[in-house]
């Protein structure tokens, strides 16, 4: 039995293939190795009550996650799951793998993840080529929605909301600059927490300050990564992730301002990371 994960750093998507039905999906909280050990792996998924009847069924477990992106990363939440899995082979691999699987199949494209993080790749049908991106949200993390929830937060304690968007998000949250500044200096978690305001921001998109902060985390996203690429106007742009799914309006205009070809944007890469090992 082949059980499959796409895991960000806020949630994970698990699906099971016994050979001859897909059952699922499941669902945990994301394992991102740079913010969880293996014993909280290990420790959430024997919390969970999805995956009983079944584990020791397992032969085969694919990861992919953020966050996995060198042999001590992926180590970590590999040696997780083994504990859990005893009787499964477990492969742990980054999660723009997942992406490139996911969007081009055995096609070559660069593939994009917008998620509460942000990455992208050149895949060239059967092999990642990562670019220096994938810096975490301290460092980067262009366009992503802990991006857009800092733009959010940065541009309230500056006092360059709108009134009527200020007023909401105060009525909102009960937020000032003591709370937001201690969650994201001192409490664990800080990059899912600035992500949770993409659902504020999705709210007020149709305000014209908000749409260009949108938009201009956008165009620092794709001038930074897919820009870079050789010839990126004639490769197809691919992307995953729930940022990249519920700004696709912002994401296009601004692609078409840069002359980049969008393809497939995919809100959950799950169900086509399974159909591409059912059938390759």
């Known amino acids: 039995m082949l059980l499959v994960c796409d895991s960000g750093s806020t949630k994970a998507d698990w699906l099971l293939y016994d050979g001859k039905e897909i059952k699922g999906p499941f669902h945990t909280i994301g394992f991102n190795p740079l913010f969880h050990s293996t014993e909280f792996v290990f420790q959430t998924m024997q919390a969970s009550s999805d995956f009983k ?3 020791d069924k397992i032969t085969e ?4 996650g953020a966050g996995c992106s060198n042999p001590s990363s992926k180590e970590t939440v590999a040696a997780g799951l083994r504990s859990y899995f005893l009787n499964a082979h477990v492969h742990v691999e980054h999660d723009l793998l997942a992406c490139a699987y996911a969007t081009c199949g055995n096609e070559p494209g660069i593939s994009c993840i917008l998620g509460t993080g942000s990455n992208a790749c050149w895949f060239d049908g059967k092999e990642v080529h990562e670019g220096n991106f994938g810096l975490g949200y301290i460092l980067g993390d262009e366009g992503s929605g802990s991006y857009l929830g800092k733009k959010l937060l940065t541009h309230y304690l500056y006092g360059m909301l709108p009134k009527e ?13 003591v709370s937001i500044v201690n969650q994201v200096y001192k409490q664990p ?5 600035l992500a949770s305001f993409a659902k504020f921001i999705g709210k007020h998109q149709e ?3 908000i749409a260009k902060m949108i938009q201009d985390s956008f165009r620092d996203f794709l001038t930074i990564t897919v820009c870079n690429y050789p010839d990126y106007k004639n490769k197809i742009v691919h992307f995953v992730g ?6 696709q309006r912002d994401l296009k205009l601004v692609a078409d301002s840069l002359d980049i070809k969008i393809g497939k944007i995919i809100k959950q890469p799950i169900d086509d990371l399974m159909e591409y090992y059912i059938h390759h």
């Open 61 to 64: 477990v694919k990861f992919f």
């Open 53 to 55: 009847d079944f584990a």
């Open 165 to 177: 968007v200020a007023e909401d998000f105060y009525n909102s949250f009960k937020l000032d600059k």
């Open 207 to 209: 305000n014209p300050a």
């Open 242 to 247: 729930s940022i990249a799914f519920l700004y």
């Open 189 to 193: 978690n800080a990059n899912v927490w």
